[in-house]
């Protein structure tokens, strides 16, 4: 790992802490320089402008959103299990990502339904194929009903996005919570070929 690459994570970071503190128009290449003691040239030896740093920076910070929720399915055997903690430690994770949380309601666009419309494609589709996995190895065991994985990863996926929408872009956090759990009970009933062995309560 170059020293370049090791000062990323720490670029990143501030960028996010500043773009989440004081919004996209207001914070400056200056300022993220001054966080990180650099100078304005050499912040361009990383990025070429303010927007190549956001963009990295949200696709950053998404990046560690999805590894910290692959990192939480590793520790799950079942299937189901692991359904029910990837859905959990999604959300846990951005309730405790404030930074993160003020960005992607400062800009709505993060999250989109509309493939042509996503700046962070690949991001996501890395996230999806964690879902996708699991279900996979639901069918396989039998755990989950024989289904059209991919349709199913596809649909899941975007009830998700809407639920990040409504809660954090619609900022109606305050239904989302029990919208939150009566979604994922609803949606594992839906998946597990047996219907008394439900886990998230």
Do not use: C
């Not at 990323?8 to 290449?29: C, D, H, I, M, R």
């Not at 070429?48 to 910070?61: D, F, G, V």
């Not at 809660?167 to 305050?174: M, N």
């Amino acid at each position: 790992m170059t020293i370049k690459t090791k000062k990323y994570p720490a670029l990143y970071q501030a960028s996010l802490e500043l773009f989440a503190n004081f919004g996209y128009k207001k914070t400056t290449v200056e300022d993220v320089a001054d966080r990180l003691d650099m100078t304005k040239g050499n912040l361009y030896f990383y990025v070429k402008n303010k927007k190549q740093l956001y963009e990295q920076t949200i696709n950053h910070a998404l990046t560690q959103w999805k590894d910290h929720v692959k990192k939480a399915v590793a520790k799950k055997t079942d299937p189901a299990d692991k359904f029910s903690i990837m859905a959990v430690s999604a959300m846990a994770y951005i309730e405790k990502n404030a930074p993160l949380r003020r960005v992607i309601m400062n800009d709505p666009k993060i999250f989109t339904l509309s493939p042509k419309e996503d700046r962070f494609s690949k991001t996501n589709q890395a996230a999806m194929a964690i879902l996708k996995d699991i279900l996979e190895q639901g069918v396989e065991q039998k755990k989950f009903y024989p289904m059209d994985v991919d349709q199913v990863t596809v649909y899941l996926f975007s009830v998700y996005m809407m639920f990040l929408i409504k809660t954090y872009v619609k900022a109606d956090q305050g239904s989302s919570k029990k919208l939150f759990k009566a979604a994922l009970d609803l949606n594992l009933r839906g998946l597990l070929t047996n219907k008394n062995n439900i886990l998230t309560g």
